[in-house]
């Protein structure tokens, strides 16, 4: 009798140590998955809508109205700004 209640106890320790080491594997995986989509979304450049790089574009173009490489230089650095 005491053989079969100490197998039962065993078996149920086994379970849940299984269990719980499963749930210990799953959080790792949640982690590093939450850890790589933050690193990609700050390597990831987030561009201006076309509106907005208008306006920046257009409060340069006084100054800038000559020189259409310097616009266009501004154009190309406002949108890889990121903008949050």
């Given at each position: 009798?005491?053989?079969?209640?100490?197998?039962?106890?065993?078996?149920?320790?086994?379970?849940?140590?299984?269990?719980?080491?499963?749930?210990?594997?799953?959080?790792?995986t949640d982690f590093k998955l939450e850890?790589e989509q933050a690193r990609t979304k700050?390597?990831?450049?987030?561009?201006?809508p076309f509106e907005k790089i208008f306006?920046?574009?257009?409060?340069?173009?006084?100054?800038?109205?000559?020189?259409?490489?310097?616009?266009?230089?501004?154009?190309?650095?406002?949108?890889?700004?990121?903008?949050?």
């Amino acid at each position: 009798m005491q053989a079969m209640q100490d197998s039962a106890i065993q078996s149920r320790t086994e379970m849940r140590l299984n269990a719980d080491l499963e749930q210990m594997k799953q959080k790792l995986t949640d982690f590093k998955l939450e850890k790589e989509q933050a690193r990609t979304k700050l390597r990831k450049p987030t561009t201006l809508p076309f509106e907005k790089i208008f306006t920046q574009v257009s409060l340069h173009k006084e100054m800038y109205s000559n020189n259409l490489d310097s616009v266009l230089s501004i154009l190309y650095h406002v949108t890889k700004v990121n903008y949050r």
